[in-house]
């Protein structure tokens, strides 16, 4: 399973009369509340039809179902999703036959999450789970904070697609990154696409002038500015090559910022975090790997404090923007 997964959920798993009591729609509620909230993605199915009828008063909806919903829209979790089938959904079972329908589309990472009474409906559909037996459904079952993974670019596709695409802000922090450089060759993929949406996402990108780059300690502190100065112009030489062509075909921009020193390497986004251990180079041997790891909420704001542009942690030396 990859660090983020995306989901349907049918609309009976928020109603108080598809359980025996209301404490336990509560209960079966809180079972996927912070997995949806940290590590995951909801469809909202028939270009948001699904959504807005949580706003009607036509069933009695659970209020944590309904505070679900509203902040999974706050927190841009819900992915809008055009309508697959011909006739808008009738009841809980045709909604769980537009999400399938939208699987052939593009495939889920996770599943469609329903009530025993839809089901009923769907036996043999490993892709459709009861939100009371989710323990035992391999989609589910499997998710992890951390994955091992292929140092290729397929593999970097494969786990960072729904973050990539449906971010709000994306933030690259990786010391060496350079996009001319062969090892990084495959970064301008990753950036473009974020692209060609609307609204476009905000996009930052994060290296430091390196150990080989810097200064000796014994130079003058004069010198060793300039010298820190010609090699951030030189990076954003390299940068305005090899980027600023891609971007702008997919609608994009980015801001660089060079720091003095750092060396931890991370994927920040509105969505989720990940510490990548090699940053986003790709490696020339197929069969090396590497292991990624999906930070908490309070670890991905601490380093989003760390990479602002006036943060005392680390020493700016240059910033530019692309587009």
């Not at 931890?264 to 020339?284: I, M, Q």
């Not at 908490?296 to 601490?302: E, P, S, Y």
């Amino acid at each position: 399973m990859p660090l983020i997964a995306d989901y349907a959920i049918t609309p009976d798993v928020f109603d108080r009369t598809s359980y025996s009591t209301p404490a336990e729609c509560e209960a079966r509620i809180e079972t996927i509340r912070e997995a949806m909230l940290t590590e995951g993605l909801v469809r909202n199915l028939r270009a948001g039809a699904w959504r807005h009828i949580f706003r009607s008063d036509t069933r009695p909806w659970h209020r944590r179902g309904t505070e679900l919903v509203k902040k999974l829209a706050t927190q841009n979790r819900l992915v809008p999703f055009r309508s697959e089938l011909p006739a808008p959904p009738r009841d809980d079972r045709s909604w769980c036959a537009e999400a399938l329908a939208t699987h052939a589309a593009s495939p889920f990472r996770g599943g469609v999450i329903v009530t025993e009474s839809v089901k009923g409906d769907y036996v043999g559909e490993p892709l459709v789970a009861r939100i009371d037996r989710l323990a035992g459904v391999r989609w589910w079952s499997e998710r992890s904070p951390s994955v091992t993974l292929a140092r290729t670019l397929a593999a970097y596709e494969t786990h960072l697609d729904l973050l990539l695409r449906h971010s709000s802000l994306l933030v690259f922090i990786d010391p060496y990154l350079d996009p001319a450089e062969r090892q990084y060759r495959h970064v301008r993929r990753l950036l473009t696409r974020a692209g060609n949406r609307s609204p476009t996402p905000t996009i930052e990108i994060h290296r430091a002038i390196t150990e080989e780059q810097r200064p000796r300690r014994h130079l003058a502190d004069r010198r060793h500015q300039g010298q820190a100065a010609d090699e951030g112009a030189r990076i954003e030489h390299r940068f305005r090559d090899v980027l600023a062509d891609p971007l702008r075909a997919a609608g994009l921009s980015a801001g660089v910022f060079i720091w003095s020193k750092f060396h931890d390497r991370f994927l920040l986004s509105n969505l989720a975090g990940v510490s990548l251990p090699y940053g986003f180079a790709t490696a020339t041997n197929v069969r090396e790997v590497t292991r990624w790891t999906r930070l908490g909420r309070t670890d991905r704001d601490d380093v989003r404090r760390e990479f602002h542009r006036h943060s005392h942690q680390h020493r700016l030396q240059r910033s530019f923007r692309i587009q």
